[in-house]
C-alpha cells in the first residue's frame, strides 16, 4: 500500500509544479492582456525594406492569409 | 481656384478615401496611387507603401486612422515630452540603456493596428519593440535612449496617424491590470478544489470510512489544501463582509462568508471528532465557482477608462512666449500674465485674453453652441475652447486649475457615488436573507431539543446550505456576460450594474449638439432667398474660405446646386474666375466671383459689403451675390436613424431634449419632442432639470457628449456619452456610446430589461436549489456528498442559464 504514498507525494509535486508555473505566469503579466496575443499570433512579420530605387506596388505579394472580417476584440 | 474645381468634381461620386475607408467630401486629394479623404491620409498611406507595409490594407480596408482631425504634423507639439517631469509619468521602466514607456493611444481598434504599430522598429531605429495591448488601447514601447529620444519615438508613432494621447491626467496607463490577483487566487482555489476531490473521492465511492490509516491522511491533507483557499482565495468575501457588518450597510457578502466560516469550520469539527470527513470538497468548490463569477465581472472592465476630469481634456502643454523666445511650457506652469499661442484644432488651457484682432473659437464641447464663436482682440477666451482657423495669440488670466472650466468640476454631483439599484436591492436583500438563515438554523437547532449534538448538526447545515452562492453568482454573470456582449456592439459599461439601471430608466434626455446630430463633418443646409446661379457663386467663394461654416457651404450647395441644374437642365459648370478675396476673420469673406461681387458672412459684414440691409434669423449666414441676396442655415445633420430610434423610445419613455444651443433648431425636432424641449441651458441649469425629474419620480438616462453635460450626466440614474470616432473624452458617466450606434439605443435598452428578467430568473432557480438542500439539512440529512453534489451543480446551472441566456438574447435582440 505504501505505493499510493508515493503516489500521493508524486501527484502533489507535479500538481504544485503546475501550481508554481501558473503563479509564475500571472506574475509575469501572461494573463494581463488575452486577447492581443491572439490576433498577434494570426500575422505574419509582413513587409520588408525596399532597396533605394526600388518601386512601390500595392501588388506585392501580400503574405497573410486571414478571413475577410478581422478578428476584434473590442 | 483649385480646390473650387476639385470639391466639385470630388463631390460627385462617392468615393472612399484609400487609407482609412472613409467617404471623400470636400479637400479630398486625389493622386495617382488614388483619392484620399485628406492630405494626412495620403502621406500616411505613402510611408506605408514606400516600407512596402501594404499588407496593413489586406488585413481590413477601413484600417487607417483618419488624419482629417489630426493636429497636422507639427514638431513642436511633442516638445514637452523632453521636460524630465513629463517623461517620468510615462516611463515605466529606465535603465539607462532601454527604456520602456506606455502610451494610450485611443484610435487603436483593429488587427491593422496592432500590426502595423508592433512594426514600429521599422520607422524609428533605436526602438527595440512595440507590443499592443488591444483592449486597454496602449502601445508599450522599448527602445534604446542612445539611438532615439522619448519625443522621436512619440512622433514617428503620430506620424502613422496614431496619435498618442498624451494629457495632463497623472499615472493612469502604466498601473499593472488588478485582474493578477483574481487570476492568483483562482488559481489556488482550483489547485486545492482538484486535488481535495481527488481525496474524497475514494471515500464517496467505498461508501464509508477507508482503512488502513488512509481516511486520517486524507483528511489532514484535505485541510492543509483548503487553508490558502481560506486565507488567500477567500479573503477579499471575509473582508467585503466584515467591512458591511462594521459599517451596517448589508451586502450578499456577509450570509455568503458567514457560510463559508461554518462550512470551513464545521469540517475542522467533523474531521477532528472523526464524525465525518468534513466538507472541504464542497468549500474549495464553492470558492472556486464564486471566484469564476467575479472573473466574469472583471473581464468586462479596463476597456475604456472611465473616471476623467476636466483635465484630460486639456493639452500637457502650450507654447508660451517668454524671455528668451518661444518655449513649451507644461500647462501647470502657467501663471497670469503668460502669453501663449494656440494653433488651430488645439484646445485652449486656460482663461485667456486674446492678443490678436479677431479669432475664432469653437466652444461645442463645453457649452454645446454648434456655431464657432468670433472674439474680437481683449474679449476672453474660455478654458476648453477650441482654436478654430488660424493660431491665436493670448494672455493668460487665470491658471488653469482656476478656470471657469475647473469650476464645473466643484459641483458636489462629482464627489458622491452614484447609487446603484443592484447594490441597493442587493442589500436591502442580503438582510433578510442573512436574518431569514440565522433564524432557520436557529429554529432547527430548537427543533432537535434536547439533541444538542444533533442541533448543531442542523443548524451548521442550514448555514451551509443558505450560503448564497449560486445566488450571488446570479447577477455578476448575467450582467457581466451582458456587459461585455454590449461593449462588443459600441456600448460601454462602467460597471456590470449600470445594466441594470439602464432596465429601470423610463425618461430619456438627449443633449443637442454632438449627440443627436453628428460631429461637424455631415451638415445640411438649407439656403434661402437665392437662385441656383447665386447659390453657385456663393459657393465658389465659400470653397476660398478655411472657416468650417465656409467649408459646409462649399460642399453643402454642391450637392443642392447640381440637383437644382438637373431639374432645371441648365449647362455643366464651367471653372469659375474668383479674384479680389478678402477675409475679415469671424465676420465673412467677400471676393468677385466671375465678375459678380458676392459676400458671405454675418449680417452686418454683408449689408456693409453689398450695401443693402438683409434681414432674417439670428443664427444663420448671410450672402448676397450680384443683386440678390438671401440667407443659408448650416446645421450638423441628424445621426442616422436617429428619428426611428427616438419614436421606439417614446413608447415606453418620456423623451426630452436639453440643449445648450439657442433655439434656432426648435421647429426642427418639434416632431420628436413634441413641447419638451429646453434650450439655452447652462450646465448648471441641465443639471437642476435631471434633478426635478428624479424628484417626480421619474429615472432618467441622460445622453450626452460635452463638458457642459457631465453634471446632468453625473446627476442622471445612468449618465451616457456619445463618443464620435474613437477620440474618446468620456466626461463623468456611467456608460459611453459610440456615436454610429446610438441609433440601437432602443434595442440596447430593451436587452438591459432582458437581463434584468434573467438575473431574476436565475435568482428563482437558485432559490429553489436552497430550498431543496434546507429541507435535507432541517432533517440532519446533509452529507458531504450530498453538499458536494448540490453546490456545484446548483452554480454551475445558474452561471450557465444566465451566459447562455445572454448570449442567446443578444443574437435574437441586438444588432451585429
Given amino acids: 500500500m505504501s505505493v499510493i504514498v508515493l503516489l500521493i507525494v508524486a501527484g502533489g509535486a507535479v500538481a504544485a509544479g503546475f501550481l508554481a508555473a501558473f503563479v509564475w505566469a500571472v506574475r509575469s503579466g501572461q494573463f494581463d492582456d488575452t486577447c492581443t496575443p491572439a490576433i498577434r499570433m494570426l500575422l505574419e512579420d509582413g513587409g520588408r525594406r525596399l532597396k533605394p530605387g526600388e518601386e512601390s506596388q500595392r501588388e506585392i505579394e501580400i503574405e497573410v492569409e486571414m478571413s475577410a472580417e478581422p478578428r476584434r476584440c473590442l | 481656384m483649385v480646390a473650387a474645381s476639385s470639391v466639385a468634381s470630388t463631390a460627385d461620386q462617392r468615393t472612399l478615401c484609400r487609407h482609412c475607408a472613409d467617404e471623400c467630401g470636400a479637400g479630398a486629394v486625389v493622386s495617382a496611387t488614388g483619392s484620399f479623404c485628406c492630405r494626412g491620409c495620403e502621406s500616411v498611406f505613402t510611408i506605408l507603401t514606400s516600407l ?197 450597510v448589508m451586502a450578499l457578502e456577509v450570509p455568503l462568508a458567514l457560510g463559508l466560516a461554518v462550512l470551513f469550520g464545521r469540517s475542522i469539527v467533523d474531521i477532528t471528532t472523526s464524525r465525518s470527513e468534513g466538507f472541504m470538497d464542497s468549500f474549495a468548490g464553492l470558492v472556486f465557482f464564486l471566484l469564476i463569477g467575479r472573473l466574469f465581472q472583471q473581464k468586462a472592465f479596463d476597456r475604456i477608462a472611465f473616471d476623467r476630469t476636466f483635465r484630460s481634456f486639456l493639452p500637457l502643454s502650450v507654447q508660451a512666449e517668454r524671455e528668451g523666445g518661444p518655449t513649451v511650457v507644461p500647462i501647470e506652469q502657467l501663471r497670469c500674465g503668460d502669453r501663449i499661442r494656440v494653433r488651430p484644432r488645439e484646445v485652449v488651457p486656460a482663461d485667456a485674453t486674446l492678443l490678436d484682432e479677431a479669432g475664432i473659437v469653437d466652444y461645442a464641447f463645453i457649452t454645446g453652441e454648434q456655431v464657432p464663436v468670433a472674439v474680437e482682440g481683449g474679449e476672453t477666451v474660455r478654458a476648453g475652447g477650441r482654436v478654430v482657423g488660424r493660431a491665436l495669440r493670448l494672455r493668460v488670466q487665470r491658471e488653469v486649475s482656476h478656470s471657469q472650466l475647473a469650476s464645473l468640476w466643484t459641483n458636489q454631483v462629482f464627489a458622491t457615488p452614484k447609487a446603484r439599484w443592484l447594490t441597493d436591492v442587493g442589500a436591502r436583500f442580503a438582510g433578510w436573507f442573512t436574518f431569514g438563515a440565522i433564524a432557520l438554523a436557529a429554529a ?6 434536547p439533541d444538542a449534538a444533533m442541533g448543531a448538526n442542523v443548524a451548521t447545515a442550514v448555514l451551509i446550505i443558505a450560503c448564497p452562492c449560486a445566488l450571488s453568482l446570479a447577477a455578476p454573470v448575467t450582467l457581466g456576460t451582458a456587459m461585455g456582449l454590449l461593449g462588443t456592439r459600441g456600448l460601454y459599461l462602467k460597471h456590470p450594474a449600470v445594466a441594470l439601471d439602464l432596465s429601470r430608466v423610463d425618461t430619456v434626455a438627449f443633449d443637442k449638439t454632438g449627440t443627436l446630430t453628428g460631429s461637424n463633418e455631415d451638415e445640411a443646409v438649407e439656403p434661402h432667398g437665392l437662385t441656383a446661379g447665386a447659390l453657385r457663386l456663393v459657393q465658389w467663394l465659400a470653397a476660398e474660405s478655411v472657416h468650417p461654416t465656409s467649408r459646409a457651404i462649399a460642399a453643402g450647395i454642391g450637392s443642392f446646386v447640381r440637383t437644382g441644374a438637373e431639374l432645371h ?170 456615436g454610429q450606434r446610438l441609433a440601437d439605443l432602443p434595442a440596447f435598452l430593451a436587452y438591459a430589461r432582458r437581463a434584468k428578467h434573467v438575473v431574476i430568473a ?13 429541507t435535507l439539512a432541517l432533517a440532519g440529512a446533509l452529507t458531504p456528498l450530498a453538499a458536494a453534489i448540490l453546490m456545484p451543480v446548483s452554480s454551475l446551472t445558474v452561471v450557465g442559464l444566465s451566459a447562455g441566456a445572454m448570449r442567446w438574447s443578444a443574437t435574437r435582440m441586438l444588432p451585429v
Fill in chain 2, 52 to 248: 512596402g507595409l501594404d499588407a496593413f490594407y489586406a488585413l481590413d480596408e477601413s484600417a487607417g486612422v483618419s488624419q482629417r482631425h489630426a493636429s497636422g504634423f507639427d514638431s513642436a507639439r511633442f516638445a514637452i515630452l523632453d521636460d524630465p517631469a513629463v517623461r517620468s509619468r510615462l516611463i515605466t521602466f529606465d535603465d539607462g540603456r532601454l527604456t520602456r514607456v506606455t502610451f494610450s493611444i485611443p484610435t487603436i481598434h483593429c488587427a491593422s493596428c496592432v500590426w502595423l504599430l508592433e512594426q514600429l522598429w521599422r520607422f524609428e531605429p533605436g526602438v527595440v519593440r512595440a507590443e499592443v495591448d488591444l483592449l486597454r488601447r496602449v502601445l508599450h514601447v522599448e527602445f534604446r535612449p542612445g539611438l532615439t529620444t522619448l519625443r522621436r519615438v512619440a512622433e514617428a508613432i503620430a506620424s502613422l496617424g496614431y496619435e498618442p494621447a498624451i494629457t495632463a491626467e497623472e499615472g493612469r496607463v502604466s498601473q499593472p491590470p488588478a485582474v493578477r490577483r483574481l487570476y492568483l487566487q483562482l488559481g489556488v482555489a482550483g489547485f486545492a478544489f482538484g486535488n481535495i476531490m481527488l481525496f474524497s473521492i475514494p471515500r464517496y465511492a467505498n461508501g464509508g470510512p477507508l482503512e488502513g490509516g488512509f481516511q486520517r491522511l486524507f483528511d489532514v491533507l484535505n485541510v492543509l489544501l483548503a487553508i490558502p483557499v481560506l486565507l488567500f482565495s477567500a479573503s477579499d468575501y471575509f473582508r467585503i463582509a466584515w467591512r458591511a457588518v462594521r459599517t451596517r
Fill in chain 2, 444 to 449: 432547527g437547532a430548537l427543533a432537535w431539543w
Fill in chain 2, 569 to 738: 437642365g441648365s449647362s455643366p459648370m464651367l471653372p469659375p474666375h474668383i479674384t479680389d478675396v478678402r477675409e475679415d476673420v469671424g465676420r465673412g469673406i467677400t471676393g468677385i466671383v466671375d465678375g459678380c461681387r458676392v459676400a458671405i458672412g454675418t449680417a452686418s459684414f454683408v449689408a456693409a459689403q453689398s450695401d443693402r440691409r438683409v434681414l432674417g434669423p439670428a443664427d444663420v449666414t448671410f450672402a448676397a451675390a450680384g443683386t440678390e441676396w438671401g440667407w443659408i442655415r448650416v446645421s450638423p445633420a441628424a445621426r442616422a436613424g436617429i428619428e426611428r430610434a427616438t419614436r421606439l423610445l417614446a413608447a415606453a419613455h418620456e423623451l426630452c431634449l436639453i440643449s445648450g444651443d439657442h433655439d434656432g433648431e426648435r421647429p426642427r425636432w418639434q416632431r420628436l419632442f413634441g413641447r419638451r424641449m429646453h434650450f439655452r441651458q447652462t450646465p448648471d441649469g441641465k443639471l437642476s432639470f435631471i434633478r426635478t425629474a428624479q424628484a417626480r419620480g421619474r429615472r432618467v438616462l441622460m445622453v450626452g457628449d460635452g463638458l457642459n453635460d457631465a453634471g446632468a450626466l453625473a446627476a442622471a440614474d445612468v449618465g451616457m456619452a456619445v463618443t464620435d470616432g474613437t477620440a474618446c473624452m468620456t466626461p463623468a458617466c456611467d456608460a459611453v456610446i459610440s
Fill in chain 2, 762 to 774: 436565475c435568482f428563482a432557480v437558485s432559490l429553489i436549489y436552497n430550498a431543496a438542500g434546507l
